[in-house]
T-cell receptor, first 113, second 116 residues
Framework: AQTVTQSQPEMSVQEAETVTLSCTYDTSESDYYLFWYKQPPSRQMILVIRQEAYKQQNATENRFSVNFQKAAKSFSLKISDSQLGDAAMYFCAYRSPFNDMRFGAGTRLTVKP | DSGVTQTPKHLITATGQRVTLRCSPRSGDLSVYWYQQSLDQGLQFLIQYYNGEERAKGNILERFSAQQFPDLHSELNLSSLELGDSALYFC???????????????FGSGTRLTVV
């Protein structure tokens, strides 16, 4: 079964600095998708960024980028120029075609002013 | 507004009771997923429906059941409730459960269930 591991229960970053959240996954599939979701105190699940496994180029969305290492089964999220509004729980998720999405346990990010 | 509507937003009930959570997917989405999020934990997949048919089951208890109706809205029924069932229950939808899911799910805002 596919599993997603987030080894950092909590992370902290200074406003305007950069932080990287780690995620590893276990799969025998070759075709799959990876996601980072943000869950602010409102509890809404917000898609931050996604990556197709067949694409070698790392996805980027404004201040958010990923470092996708397929061989190492690693998918980290880098947040640049951190803002107070980035404070939230961040979930890494994995999905292969025809299957449901699997989530990691989450990393709580605190942004210090 | 994500387009996925969940009602009610909050629900408080006693142990042993039965409740029904409702989800209306985003317009055009045929597939609905239910997830459970216990306090400060990740999301656990419960069950998926596609166009009215059950498609996949996850860690769903026998006390829980779900269905998807012809208008594509879905209901999650929780019975014989226990304190440990207190959680946030999310509904998510996609247009095509197989290839469309590569764009991620669209989540509702969740139903907070408290069992006392």
């Amino acid at each position: 079964a596919q599993t997603v591991t987030q080894s950092q229960p909590e992370m902290s970053v200074q406003e305007a600095e950069t932080v990287t959240l780690s995620c590893t996954y276990d799969t025998s599939e070759s075709d799959y998708y990876l996601f980072w979701y943000k869950q602010p105190p409102s509890r809404q699940m917000i898609l931050v960024i996604r990556q197709e496994a067949y694409k070698q180029q790392n996805a980027t969305e404004n201040r958010f980028s990923v470092n996708f290492q397929k061989a190492a089964k690693s998918f980290s999220l880098k947040i640049s120029d951190s803002q107070l509004g980035d404070a939230a729980m961040y979930f890494c998720a994995y999905r292969s075609p025809f299957n449901d999405m699997r989530f990691g346990a989450g990393t709580r990010l605190t942004v210090k002013p | 507004d994500s387009g996925v509507t969940q009602t009610p937003k909050h629900l408080i009930t006693a142990t042993g009771q039965r409740v029904t959570l409702r989800c209306s997917p985003r317009s055009g989405d045929l597939s609905v997923y239910w997830y459970q999020q216990s306090l400060d934990q990740g999301l656990q997949f419960l069950i998926q429906y596609y166009n009215g048919e059950e498609r996949a089951k996850g860690n769903i208890l026998e006390r829980f059941s779900a269905q998807q109706f012809p208008d594509l809205h879905s209901e999650l029924n929780l019975s014989s409730l226990e304190l440990g069932d207190s959680a946030l229950y999310f509904c998510a939808s996609t247009r095509n459960p197989d290839r469309g899911g590569n764009y991620g799910y669209t989540f509702g805002s969740g139903t907070r269930l408290t069992v006392v």
